[in-house]
């Protein structure tokens, strides 16, 4: 399994099965990561420059942005 470095993801507190080995991404190589590319895209062309009101809002221009991408 590929993982980012994220403090959850290292933790020795982290259960993984026996037949998982965990693979970290290096530091700060966002480009490795491909999820990265996909929140790049969204915030590039849908969530930037916004002013959210609330986690609500957040949210739904979240989920607008999500639709966006699958269509």
Known sequence: MLMDQAGW???DKLN????????AFPAKCLELNPVENI???MRDNWL???V???RDNILNYSREARN???D
Do not use: E
């Open 9 to 11: 993801h290292m933790s």
């Open 68 to 70: 966006k991408l699958v």
């Open 16 to 23: 993984v099965p026996g037949k998982i080995s965990i693979i």
């Open 39 to 41: 929140w790049r895209l």
């Open 48 to 50: 930037s420059d916004r």
């Open 52 to 54: 959210f009101t609330s």
